[in-house]
């Protein structure tokens, strides 16, 4: 049996780092015939094809504001462009935001939360799904988050944006089901990657605080989340469509953190 992603042309978003670039990395070990890996940070996304193409892959990077729908258009035009068509597309770009309650969120932060997370990956799948019909199928994977679960206190607009792309996500799938396209979604748990270092103020206490926090102490490598939106993606999840695979070690099974772990 071939690899997971064996000839398949893959589109990664946010895989300048954390969960987007360890996707990248591993669908090119699954066989992908081609890794385009898009984000807005032109060089450390540039850093991510450089090492798909150091592994022997083939890699393109694309700086992409995925908020602008002209841009997201010129993206997947491009990777058809260069490689043909578009197998596998996972949508994983986001930004936390500020940590606010609800009362003291401002219009900005909401804005800036809704526009690029939401509204991004709304666009991001309609111009893959055009893709997809046209050429006869493809799957969609996108990142929700257990806070399109559970709540996260402190976190309005994030858990907004989340619980629409949960949504998004499930819409879509009964819309494609008999086009051959399926839609998924994999729910992150805490995972060590640039937004938990921020969101941390890189201090080793709050790491340590939030991994106490989870029912298994630890905080997920970005790794463990890229082994699910690869196999979402694959032939060998071919019966799963609307799903949203839960990928938090138990942590939303009795409830979340509290605001006060958080902090
Ligand atoms: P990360 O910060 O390492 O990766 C996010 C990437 O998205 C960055 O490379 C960033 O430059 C990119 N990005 C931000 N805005 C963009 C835009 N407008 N256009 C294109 N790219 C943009 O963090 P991560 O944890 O790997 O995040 C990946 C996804 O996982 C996000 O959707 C995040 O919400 C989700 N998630 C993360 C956690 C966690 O604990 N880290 C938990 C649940 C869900």
Redesign the pocket.
């Known amino acids: 049996m071939g690899g997971l992603a064996e000839g398949k042309v893959v589109l990664v ?2 895989a ?5 670039r360890a996707a990248a990395l591993l669908f090119h070990r699954e066989g992908a015939r081609a890794v385009v890996v ?4 032109a060089d ?1 996304v540039d850093e991510t094809a450089e090492m798909v193409r150091a592994a022997g892959g083939v890699g393109l990077a694309l700086e ?4 602008n729908a002209g841009a997201v258009d010129a993206m997947v035009t491009r990777t058809v462009g260069e490689f043909g068509r578009l197998d596998c597309a996972f949508n ?5 935001g500020k940590a606010a309650r609800t009362a003291d969120c401002t219009e900005e932060n909401w804005d800036f939360v809704i526009g ?2 939401l509204t ?1 990956t709304w666009l991001c799948m309609r111009r893959e799904l055009r893709q997809m019909l046209a050429q006869g199928g493809g799957a969609i994977v996108n ?1 929700a ?2 806070s399109s679960l559970v709540a996260s206190p402190a976190l309005p607009a994030y858990t907004a944006a989340k619980h629409g792309i949960a949504g998004l996500t499930k819409t879509a799938a009964l819309e494609y089901v008999l086009d051959n396209i399926r839609v998924n979604a994999i729910c ?4 060590l ?4 270092l921020e969101n941390a103020g890189a201090s080793p206490d709050a790491l340590e605080r939030i991994a106490r926090s989870q029912p298994g102490q630890r905080i997920s490598d ?1 790794l463990e989340q890229a082994q699910a939106a690869v196999w979402l993606c694959s032939d060998r999840a071919s019966f799963i469509n609307g799903t949203l695979l839960t990928v938090d070690n138990g942590a939303t099974a009795g409830g979340t953190m509290s605001h006060e772990e958080r902090a």
């Open positions: 978003t946010g300048a780092s954390g969960i987007g898009a984000d807005i940070d450390l992409v504001d995925i908020a994983n770009a986001g930004v936390a690029t997370m991004g990142t988050s257990v992150p748990g805490a995972t990657s640039r937004m938990m970005p």
